[in-house]
């Protein structure tokens, strides 16, 4: 066993949480060393997750864009061809190019990086095994403080074990050399769907199941039948109220057997995708063994306001503890963690934590759901406005969704807003800025937003809260 010298914080995970920890506690001070397993940097969102699908989404785009609707445009370009290996290769140097500006930031902020598995060994102690350096045995590093971020991974259903090849997990639906003639995917939450619009578009045939009776669950209500309803148009077809009771695999097919309203059903598709959620990953990491507390029911590190587990020199932040699993939520509490263990105060408001959905349009929301807000018992105004009544939307093409907004009716405060449409994912900003501040549907109302802008359809949404819009019915 070999020592290595003692650190004021360790970090174990270098994804969107860790990174962002390592750095934000080198700039107070701290010496850190920063422990990933895996050769590359960056986590589950760097490398399997956010960024190369949303590289997918972006290139899927513009052959749907060339395909359907650049004529429209007057712009016409013959027979169209795709060329998967090369959307493939530009899709893996997005994903390189990024991770290695991670593994820059680490190392200009002095942050030692130290590859190689992470176990506890004792509240201050972290052993350290299958490092890089092949010819010393596993290393054993002490600190202060040990920040776990080791993020999540897909959950598997019995029955439908991944196998790589046939039935797939969202890290291989990034990387099929061919498109799926018929693509099945096993739920219908946001990682589905945008893998889904991801093959849709180059191709494949897309089945959706879902056991329950709505796809992306979480989302308002009005929102997640106006996604379903355009994503149908789009081609993509849903079974809801359906569970998958079986799947068997023959002539490199997979038949999938499915239950609804009592009677069964079979299917055949070419790849099945399951993802139905993610679950923490803290299998031997050694929480057990030192007393670190979980949650029985989900897995995930109890922890306090200032992240720190049942163990006080040990913090724990993003899909490793409660709240939506985001990339930058990971983020946010990261840094929120390495001031709290520097000594200084760090939080997360969690109720102006942004989520979005990078199908098109896309979908993003922050805040309450309508749902929520009438289960609450909180009396409120909604204000929606239609992206077809948006001249900037209309000279895009782009008429599909709305902006709806929620604000509490006797005080006007917004309680939340949820947006489908284009570039949704850039107008929630605004909102969780207005909301950080305890605005009222009447501040965004009386902002002036450029024109033509998508962002006027948030504005005239904010103006029909109190009915005075001129252009809202």
Not at 151 to 163: I, Q, Y
Not at 389 to 411: H, N, P, W, Y
Not at 431 to 456: K, N, Q, W, Y
Request: hydrophobic content about 40%; proline content about 4%.
């Amino acid at each position: 066993m070999t020592q290595k010298e003692n650190y004021d914080l360790i970090v174990i995970g270098s994804g969107p949480g860790g990174y962002v920890a390592s750095v934000r506690a080198r700039q107070l001070g701290l010496k850190v060393a920063c422990v990933e397993k895996s050769a590359r940097l960056g986590g589950v969102c760097l490398n399997v997750g956010c960024i190369p699908s949303k590289a997918l989404l972006d290139s899927s785009e513009y052959f749907h864009l060339a395909k359907d609707h650049f004529a429209a445009h007057g712009i016409r370009i013959g027979e169209l061809s795709l060329d998967l290996h090369v959307m493939m290769e530009r899709k893996k140097q997005v994903v390189e190019e990024l991770t290695g500006q991670v593994r820059k930031l680490l190392e200009g902020n002095k942050a030692d990086i130290i590859h190689g598995t992470a176990r506890l060994v004792g509240a201050d102690r972290v052993e350290v095994s299958n490092h890089s350096d092949k010819s010393l045995s596993p290393i054993i590093l002490e600190a202060k403080a040990i920040l776990l971020a080791t993020g999540s991974a897909p959950v598997t259903v019995p029955g439908l074990e991944f196998d790589g090849k046939n039935i797939v997990s969202s890290t291989e639906a990034l990387s099929f050399d061919s498109v799926p003639q018929h693509l099945g995917i096993v739920g219908g939450g946001y990682i589905g769907l945008e893998l889904g619009s991801v093959w849709r578009r180059l191709g494949s045939e897309v089945t959706v199941i879902e056991m329950l009776p709505k796809i992306a669950a979480t989302l308002d209500g009005q929102i997640g039948r106006a996604l379903e309803r355009i994503l149908t148009q789009q081609g993509i077809a849903f079974r809801l109220n359906t569970k998958v009771s079986k799947a068997e695999i023959a002539d490199n097919k997979v038949q999938v057997t499915l239950e609804a309203e009592g009677s069964t059903s079979s299917l055949n598709f070419d790849k099945l995708l399951v993802a139905v959620g993610r679950r923490p990953l803290t299998k031997n990491l050694g929480l057990e063994d030192i007393g670190v507390k979980t949650d029985s029911r989900t897995g995930q590190i109890l922890v306090d306001e200032s992240y720190r587990s049942s163990i006080p020199a040990i913090y724990a932040i993003g899909d490793i503890i409660a709240g939506p699993m985001l990339a930058h939520k990971a983020s946010a509490e990261g840094i929120a963690a390495a001031e709290c263990i520097a000594g200084l105060p760090g939080e997360v408001n969690y109720d102006t934590v942004p989520a979005v959905v990078y199908t098109w349009p896309e979908v993003a929301c922050v805040g309450l759901t309508e749902e929520q807000v009438k289960e609450r018992g909180i009396p409120y105004c909604i204000g929606t406005y239609p992206f077809s009544g948006a001249g900037r939307a209309r000279c895009m093409g782009e008429k599909d969704g709305f902006v709806k907004l929620i604000a509490q009716s006797e005080t006007d405060r917004i309680l939340g807003v949820h947006i489908i449409g284009p570039r949704a994912a850039d107008m929630i900003a605004e909102c969780v800025l207005a909301m950080e501040f305890g605005a009222s549907s009447e501040d965004i109302a009386r902002t002036v937003h450029g024109h033509p802008t998508f962002a006027e359809a948030l504005q005239e949404a904010a103006m029909a809260v109190r009915k005075c819009s001129i252009y809202a019915s």
